[in-house]
């Protein structure tokens, strides 16, 4: 049967064996599995042993450090292929000392809440229109309860965690509450961080899944007076003027939401807003933020923040100029950045490479194989991959899939669509135009783009006429037998998210900008938009919309 394990000793029964013929036995069985292992991974480093064998005294077949979405992916799909899985969860509380369930960042602070605390402010939007549609009796300015946000968000996230709890023992996966580490390439040790007591777990394969933390960088008093997107979302007062620091879609989605529920916000940018995404539309992401309450600083940093009277906190920060400046605020919420949670992990003693900068480990051949051949490693702590739930996902259930049912199929990191939450949704797939440029050459690239306003926001004249835009990226004809292929598809409006998933598909399959002059536009809808666009950036044509 399937155990919950919170820190209580595993004892291991020797009988009367001698201890020293039991460690005997111990090292040999131990290097013995190692070399069948490494045999294994010496036919194939990529694709991992993909026959389920005996156990050969591990005590599991595959366990799982990290209960987030792909650790869970990965040990479900596993056990569903026949193997014994074993899976340890345990949440480092926060500086501000947060902590939650089961189920990873995703779940408990990171897409679920934000998604939610994001209509929430949508909502607050939908009501300004409701008027226009007939509704009586609508308030002219409505009131947020910030405290009833968050009581019913954490409710359902808890329902979430229990749920996955009773997943894991409906399908007969050990969970363990406990911190762990390696104390060998084979070898889990689990400690019960309260009391400190430990115990040793044993199995053939192991997968890295812990994600990854906000980071507090080096800033004199960042830990004690800042929250986190760790904090933010059971925040238990609510949050007043707030400074959100970072250029990240992180501070771009938390600085968005909370100017949609009505708080006092100031986004501060050392550089660039959201670095690696197509600069275009992180440009109008920002435009069309200012134009709807939320402040940004720019090209500036904070030097401290201290803690003053009321509970407030004083900040003290820098711009290119070298003026130092000091403002107040009731909350500040960094987001700079985050870093995998691997540095707990003990993987020097099982001697797995982590990359010099970013403290990830380093995955063999474009995938998921660490350079030990029992180890692997998915999802936002794998050196160069990106750091989305649904990637950990499939890479972990395929994983799995190699592990124990001779798949040969491997994970394919192109062409992944996602998608920011900020006020102005905008959903991506394929190249940004800068990557494009920069891999096939400016006089290479065609991109075909456009404004709309959507339908919904017709009689609403508060609501700019060509806030909406996208926009395809395409691989130039140079003759006419060959077509466009499309790069990169990107929009930026309502419900991006739903547009760029069936478009997504379509960038999969190698989509050429034919496919999409040829099919019919749903009408009226935003995602008919992307099919029509006509006007290339080359043509310098103007692209501003009058009507549907």
């Given at each position: 049967?399937?155990?919950?394990?919170?820190?209580?000793e595993d004892l291991?029964?020797?009988?009367?064996?001698?201890?020293?013929f039991?460690?005997?036995?111990k090292?040999?069985?131990?290097t013995?599995?190692r070399?069948?292992?490494?045999?294994?991974?010496?036919?194939?480093?990529?694709?991992p042993?993909s026959?389920?064998?005996?156990?050969?005294?591990?005590?599991y077949d595959?366990?799982?450090?990290?209960?987030?979405?792909g650790?869970?992916?990965?040990?479900?799909e596993?056990?569903?292929?026949?193997?014994?899985?074993?899976?340890?969860?345990?949440?480092?509380?926060?500086?501000?000392g947060?902590?939650?369930?089961l189920g990873?960042?995703?779940?408990?602070?990171g897409c679920?809440?934000?998604?939610?605390?994001h209509?929430?402010?949508l909502?607050?939007?939908?009501?300004h229109?409701a008027g226009?549609?007939?509704?009586?009796?609508?308030p002219?300015?409505p009131a947020?309860?910030w405290g009833?946000?968050v009581?019913?968000?954490?409710?359902?996230?808890?329902s979430?965690n229990?749920?996955?709890?009773?997943?894991?023992?409906?399908?007969?996966i050990?969970?363990f509450n406990?911190?762990?580490?390696f104390?060998d390439?084979n070898?889990i040790?689990?400690?019960?961080?309260?009391?400190?007591q430990t115990?040793t777990k044993?199995?053939?394969?192991?997968l890295?899944a812990?994600?990854?933390?906000?980071?507090?960088?080096d800033?004199?008093?960042?830990?004690?007076?800042?929250?986190?997107?760790?904090?933010?979302?059971?925040?238990?007062?609510?949050?007043?003027k707030t400074?959100?620091?970072?250029?990240?879609?992180?501070a771009?989605?938390?600085?968005g939401?909370?100017?949609?529920?009505?708080?006092?916000?100031?986004?501060m940018i050392?550089?660039?807003p959201l670095?690696g995404?197509?600069?275009?539309?992180?440009?109008r992401?920002v435009?069309?933020?200012?134009?709807?309450?939320?402040r940004?600083?720019?090209?500036?940093?904070?030097?401290?923040?201290?803690?003053?009277e009321?509970?407030?906190?004083?900040?003290?920060?820098?711009?290119?100029?070298l003026d130092?400046?000091?403002a107040?605020?009731?909350?500040?919420?960094l987001?700079v950045?985050?870093k995998?949670?691997?540095?707990?992990?003990?993987?020097?003693?099982?001697?797995?490479?982590?990359?010099?900068?970013?403290?990830?480990?380093v995955?063999l051949?474009?995938?998921?194989?660490?350079?030990?051949?029992?180890?692997?490693a998915?999802?936002d702590?794998?050196?160069g991959?990106?750091?989305?739930t649904?990637v950990?996902?499939?890479?972990?259930?395929?994983?799995?899939?190699?592990?124990?049912?001779?798949?040969?199929?491997?994970?394919?990191?192109?062409?992944v669509?996602?998608?920011?939450?900020?006020?102005?949704?905008?959903?991506?797939?394929?190249?940004?135009?800068?990557?494009?440029?920069?891999?096939?050459?400016e006089?290479s690239?065609?991109?075909?783009h456009s404004h709309?306003?959507?339908?919904?926001?017709?009689l609403?004249?508060?609501?700019?006429?060509?806030?909406c835009?996208?926009?395809l990226?395409?691989?130039r004809?140079?003759?006419?037998?060959r077509?466009?292929?499309v790069?990169?598809m990107h929009?930026?409006g309502?419900?991006a998210g739903?547009i760029?998933?069936?478009?997504?598909?379509?960038?999969?399959?190698g989509?050429?900008?034919?496919h999409?002059e040829?099919t019919i536009g749903?009408?009226?809808t935003?995602?008919?938009?992307?099919?029509?666009?006509?006007i290339?950036?080359r043509?310098?044509?103007p692209?501003?919309?009058?009507?549907c």
């Amino acid at each position: 049967n399937a155990e919950v394990h919170g820190g209580e000793e595993d004892l291991f029964d020797l009988g009367c064996m001698p201890f020293r013929f039991v460690t005997l036995i111990k090292r040999s069985c131990r290097t013995l599995r190692r070399i069948t292992t490494l045999s294994a991974h010496l036919r194939d480093p990529h694709l991992p042993q993909s026959k389920m064998e005996d156990r050969a005294g591990f005590d599991y077949d595959l366990f799982v450090i990290g209960g987030g979405s792909g650790g869970l992916a990965a040990s479900k799909e596993a056990q569903k292929l026949g193997a014994k899985v074993g899976l340890a969860d345990y949440v480092r509380p926060s500086p501000q000392g947060t902590t939650w369930g089961l189920g990873g960042t995703c779940v408990n602070v990171g897409c679920i809440p934000k998604k939610l605390f994001h209509t929430a402010s949508l909502v607050g939007e939908h009501i300004h229109d409701a008027g226009l549609y007939g509704w009586q009796g609508v308030p002219a300015a409505p009131a947020h309860d910030w405290g009833v946000l968050v009581e019913n968000v954490n409710t359902y996230i808890r329902s979430l965690n229990w749920g996955y709890k009773t997943q894991l023992r409906s399908q007969k996966i050990d969970y363990f509450n406990l911190a762990a580490s390696f104390a060998d390439r084979n070898t889990i040790l689990l400690t019960n961080t309260k009391n400190g007591q430990t115990q040793t777990k044993t199995a053939r394969y192991v997968l890295i899944a812990v994600g990854g933390r906000p980071s507090f960088a080096d800033i004199e008093g960042a830990a004690e007076c800042t929250v986190s997107s760790d904090d933010i979302f059971t925040l238990s007062r609510p949050p007043g003027k707030t400074l959100v620091v970072g250029g990240s879609y992180v501070a771009l989605e938390c600085g968005g939401f909370l100017s949609g529920l009505g708080y006092d916000t100031t986004v501060m940018i050392r550089s660039i807003p959201l670095r690696g995404f197509d600069q275009d539309m992180a440009g109008r992401i920002v435009d069309y933020m200012e134009q709807h309450n939320t402040r940004f600083i720019r090209g500036c940093v904070p030097l401290k923040f201290e803690k003053i009277e009321g509970d407030r906190v004083k900040v003290t920060y820098q711009c290119q100029n070298l003026d130092t400046t000091t403002a107040e605020f009731d909350t500040v919420l960094l987001a700079v950045g985050r870093k995998p949670e691997t540095s707990t992990l003990g993987l020097e003693n099982a001697g797995v490479y982590i990359h010099p900068a970013t403290g990830k480990v380093v995955g063999l051949h474009n995938g998921e194989a660490t350079n030990v051949d029992s180890i692997f490693a998915i999802g936002d702590c794998l050196h160069g991959k990106p750091e989305l739930t649904p990637v950990a996902i499939q890479a972990g259930r395929l994983l799995a899939q190699r592990l124990f049912a001779g798949s040969n199929e491997a994970m394919d990191y192109d062409n992944v669509p996602t998608t920011v939450f900020t006020p102005l949704e905008y959903g991506c797939v394929g190249l940004s135009e800068e990557e494009a440029i920069s891999r096939y050459g400016e006089d290479s690239i065609e991109v075909y783009h456009s404004h709309f306003k959507p339908l919904e926001w017709q009689l609403n004249h508060d609501r700019a006429d060509n806030a909406c835009y996208t926009k395809l990226i395409c691989l130039r004809a140079t003759d006419g037998a060959r077509e466009e292929k499309v790069l990169g598809m990107h929009v930026l409006g309502p419900n991006a998210g739903e547009i760029t998933q069936g478009f997504g598909v379509a960038l999969k399959a190698g989509a050429t900008k034919k496919h999409f002059e040829s099919t019919i536009g749903i009408h009226p809808t935003c995602a008919e938009e992307v099919t029509a666009v006509h006007i290339t950036k080359r043509s310098g044509l103007p692209v501003t919309k009058t009507g549907c």
